[in-house]
């Protein structure tokens, strides 16, 4: 039912606030190529996909005269799984920019439906680390990525409302944009995606622990998503 999506929504992500200059973005913790070499070699750890965290100041469309505060992750391969309200999600071995949008973020850049914004474009502004240091205009040192929009994902509980996924091609591109003229020092900041061994889930989780680092699996968010219901149903 929606009004139980909308509680549940309404504690895994934040609403879409309208985007100003005296807006910044969202900063999180990372770790370095050292301590992710130490990780891949953990027992059980199939694979290990880092990515630089990226900040975004805002989402338009040429369907609208404002700007939005957006989050952006990366869809790292085609192994996952996406709910659709129309299109599809971003293909990963694709160089073109593509990105899926949440149906909140649709209906905000202006799309009256999930259908007509596919194949659209969304322009990301992107915030040169560097340039924004030395500048007190917020503008100075933006750039604006446009992205197709290959889908609109379907609001559900497992959707965790207002997430937004590039591709490889347009994530990286925009972390570029975001790195240009730092020191290859600090470069190395990243989060990562990546496959295990299920049997070996628990010493996994533990040796992430260790590093100070949280492993969380599809099990562990549908086990959230299922709490959450236990408690609103008691």
């Not at 807006?23 to 130490?38: C, G, W, Y």
């Not at 939005?68 to 073109?96: C, F, Q, V």
């Not at 009256?112 to 040169?128: D, L, M, R, Y």
């Not at 497992?158 to 790195?179: C, E, H, K, V, W």
Request: negative net charge; charged residues 25%; aromatic residues 8%.
């Amino acid at each position: 039912p929606k009004a139980l999506y909308d509680q549940l929504s309404s504690l895994t992500s934040t609403q879409i606030g309208e985007y100003t200059e005296d807006s910044k973005s969202v900063e999180t913790s990372t770790f370095d190529d050292a301590t992710l070499d130490k990780l891949r070699k953990v027992d059980g750890v199939e694979s290990i996909n880092p990515y630089n965290m990226l900040s975004v100041d805002y989402i338009t469309s040429d369907k609208t005269e404002k700007k939005y505060k957006a989050n952006l992750t990366i869809l790292p391969d085609n192994t996952i799984n996406i709910d659709m309200a129309a299109g599809r999600k971003p293909d990963a071995d694709s160089s073109e920019y593509e990105v899926v949008i949440s149906e909140d973020y649709a209906e905000k850049l202006g799309f009256s439906t999930p259908e007509s914004a596919v194949g659209q474009t969304v322009k990301f502004a992107i915030p040169n680390t560097l340039k924004c240091m030395t500048t007190e205009k917020r503008s100075n040192c933006q750039t604006l990525v446009e992205v197709k929009i290959s889908g609109v994902a379907a609001a559900g509980v497992m959707s965790f409302g207002t997430i937004n996924r590039a591709n490889p091609a347009a994530y990286n591109a925009m972390t570029d944009i975001q790195l240009a003229g730092l020191p290859d020092s600090q470069k190395a900041a990243y989060m990562a995606t990546g496959h295990i061994n299920p049997a070996k889930t628990e010493s996994i989780k533990e040796a992430f622990a260790k590093e100070g680092f949280t492993v969380l699996t599809i099990d562990d968010e549908v086990g959230m998503i299922r709490t959450f219901f236990d408690v609103i149903l008691i």
